[in-house]
């Protein structure tokens, strides 16, 4: 499986971006991770292959929405009231377990990476 993530960009503290990650075919449970410079790859936010289960990082719970629309092999991350602590480059993932979660490690494909920039 092929992941090519999109979307980012640069953006002023409070407001929004809408990153996606297009998969060359049908995935499981699918992730976002990001990483900031000198910082570990962190996990953001994961959902199951039906959409019906979610999980996010108490740093973005209540600010990002992830959603996939599995007609287009499509994941979403929705991010609203944007910080300068959010500026990483993000990278979409997907496992081939259903049960993923929030271990990097238990991911088995990666996109290239997307950058986001926040400024004050």
């Known amino acids: 499986v092929q992941l090519q993530a999109s979307g980012g960009g640069l953006v002023q503290a409070g407001g929004s971006l809408r990153l996606s990650c297009k998969a060359s075919?049908?995935?499981?449970?699918q992730g976002w991770f990001r990483q900031a410079p000198g910082k570990e790859r962190e996990f953001v936010a994961s959902?199951?292959?039906?959409?019906?289960?979610?999980n996010y990082a108490d740093s973005v719970k209540g600010r990002f929405t992830i959603s996939r629309d599995n007609a287009k092999n499509e994941v979403y991350l929705q991010m609203n009231s944007l910080n300068p602590e959010d500026t990483a480059v993000y990278y979409c993932?997907?496992?081939?377990?259903?049960?993923?979660?929030?271990?990097?490690?238990?991911?088995?494909?990666w996109g290239q990476g997307t950058q986001v920039t926040v400024s004050s």
């Open positions: 959902i199951t292959w039906s959409g019906g289960s979610t």
């Open positions: 993932a997907a496992a081939r377990s259903p049960f993923a979660s929030r271990g990097r490690y238990e991911y088995n494909f």
């Open positions: 075919g049908g995935t499981s449970t």
